[in-house]
């Protein structure tokens, strides 16, 4: 009688089969089975995600100047637009300086008149 089943191994031909046997060891089995199943899964889902990660290789320059299109206009709009206007003077500046209305020498007047 062989206590030992392997549940990844066929049963030979010559190889006696009990029920009990495979009652005690049936837990065991069950816990293979699931790992197995477990560990194909996670094999599964790595080929996929490198099978997505491998198709998004090609958009990986474009993808790099999405920062670069979103930063350039927010630096230019916040020096432009968003810059606070310079304050309004009280008093219009003059646009051309007086002229000068007092004479260096003033005319020498003699007698009335």
């Known amino acids: 009688m062989n206590v030992n089943i392997n549940p990844y191994e066929s049963p030979r031909p010559g ?6 046997a495979m009652n005690e060891n049936e837990s065991i089995r069950q816990l293979l089975v699931e790992i197995r199943d477990a560990q194909l899964e996670s094999l599964r889902m790595q080929r996929e995600a490198l099978e997505r990660s491998q198709r998004m290789l090609r958009f990986r320059y474009p993808l790099m100047i999405i920062p ?3 930063l350039i206009p927010t630096l230019f709009f916040t020096r ?3 810059r606070t206007p310079p304050p309004i003077p009280a008093r219009a500046a003059p646009r051309v300086a007086p002229p000068v209305t007092t004479p260096v020498n ?3 007047t003699f007698g009335p008149g």
Not at 15 to 20: L, S
């Open 15 to 20: 190889d006696v089969f009990t029920k009990e």
């Open 68 to 70: 670069f299109l979103i």
């Open 80 to 82: 432009t637009i968003l």
């Open 106 to 108: 003033p005319p020498v």
